[in-house]
């Protein structure tokens, strides 16, 4: 088993601007990090970028805005393998500004970005809310040969048009993006089993390391 965590981030400014019906919207005093971890399960390598990220735009976010993030998976082994992405959305329970009326919203349990993935070449298998986050998972369509990188999951994440005062200013709001990988299994197989057999696969490792 191969374990790689990268982590970037930063601390941006509390600054307010004027939105429509005189409600006001804020910076996030803290901005979306960057979390990069490649988890390996069998024989296999990979690593896992995000090319158009730019941290020192993201130091300073505001509501509505739209933020470059392309996470891709290279397979850097020798072996074809099976791919899997989780992302973990911010989840708080906040008003927000409705696009079409200007209006403050009620309060409800709301992710803090969104995004549009990329169905043609990935496909959602799982998706649960926890206590702090909305987890997805996609598993990639294809095989992945070695040398080859698949398309990106997403190419941008947008902020929610959130509300002054809405937010913990003392706290960093991360979009984390784990790539889960395994040597490749039955194609005849369905995501769902692929992953059941990647955590299978990977537990095995873990003990025999520890051990």
Not at 133 to 156: D, N
Request: hydrophobic share 35%; glycine share 8%.
């Amino acid at each position: 088993m191969r374990k790689k965590r990268y982590i970037l981030g930063g601390a941006g400014l509390l600054l307010g601007i004027a939105f429509s019906g005189a409600v006001t919207i804020a910076y996030l005093t803290r901005s979306v990090g960057e979390v990069r971890n490649v988890i390996t399960a069998g024989s296999v390598k990979a690593r896992l970028t995000e090319a158009h990220w730019d941290a020192e735009k993201a130091l300073k976010v505001y509501p509505g805005q739209t933020l470059e993030k392309d996470p891709v998976v290279q397979n850097t082994g020798k072996n074809e393998a099976n791919v899997f992405l989780e992302v973990r959305i911010p989840v708080e329970n906040i008003s927000v500004v409705d696009e079409k009326t200007g209006k403050k919203t009620e309060k409800e349990r709301r992710e803090l970005f969104q995004f549009e993935a990329d169905t043609g070449k990935w496909t959602l298998f799982s998706k649960k809310q926890d206590q702090n986050s909305q987890k997805y998972v996609y598993g990639y369509k294809k095989v992945l040969m070695p040398g080859e990188s698949t398309a990106p999951l997403f190419s941008e994440i947008v902020t929610v048009l959130y509300l002054e005062g809405e937010l913990d200013v003392k706290r960093s709001y991360d979009v984390p993006v784990t790539a889960k990988v395994i040597q490749m299994q039955d194609e005849g197989m369905t995501m769902e089993k692929k992953y059941e057999n990647y955590l299978k696969q990977y537990e095995a490792d873990r003990q025999e390391d520890a051990g």
